[in-house]
């Protein structure tokens, strides 16, 4: 008789586990849908501008020379001398970086004729990072007095970006829950909670752009002007929020 009983307690046991199982996989689709039913699916993006406080300028010599030798050596002196006027102008050592070298054979060309070798051709160039956007005017026509017959792109930029992120980032929440709530309310919904939450973007340094486009006509104390207006720093972020009546 135990034997009986403590079998059929088993069963017993055993069935209710499953049609408890089964139950919840007979809720678990519902609710599943339900969810996805109620959920709202949202970006936005905060922005903020600031004032630059350094810019990023790219300047060159370039020399010719009857042999390859002198036109280096040309070069070499030159450069030299412009380097200088710029450690001069208050640019830190850190902050002045060769990043273009080049030596090129000059040939003319006649109808009928092969080429001829006429001398050769060599360019330096360097890219410096300016501080005091105050002096950068000075530091360009420093660097053109002494011997500089390229200017390059500049670029504007902030030093350190992390202030200006975080105020963008909460003008990005601000306007994302602010969407949020307004869609929900629309719906005849309020915000559950969060689900999902991701972020996009950031400051990014503004891309070189010709000097031309920053330089005036017009000269004012023996300077070149430099117009740095502000610079953008943008966050996006996305959310998924749940909604319930």
Known sequence: MKSLF???????LILAGTAGASAALAQAPSAEAAF??????????????RAPDMATITLGVQT?????ADAMRANAAKMTQVIASLKRAGIDAKDIQTSGLQLNPQYVYQENLPPRLTGY????????VVRDLGKLGTVVDASVNSGATNVGGISFGIDKADAAEDAAR???????????????????????RLVTFSESGGYAPQPPMPMASFARAEMKDASTPVEAGELKVTIGVSATYELVK
């Not at 010719?64 to 390859?68: E, I, N, Q, S, V």
């Open 6 to 12: 403590r079998a059929t307690a088993m069963s017993a």
């Open 170 to 192: 909460l003008e990005a929440v601000k306007a994302l829950q602010a969407k949020a709530d307004l869609y929900a309310k629309s719906l005849g919904y309020r915000v559950a």
């Open 64 to 68: 010719d020379g009857a042999t390859a």
């Open 36 to 49: 996805r039913a109620t959920t709202l699916n949202l970006s936005a993006q905060g922005e903020v501008r």
């Open 121 to 128: 051709q060599a360019t330096n160039q360097v890219t410096i």
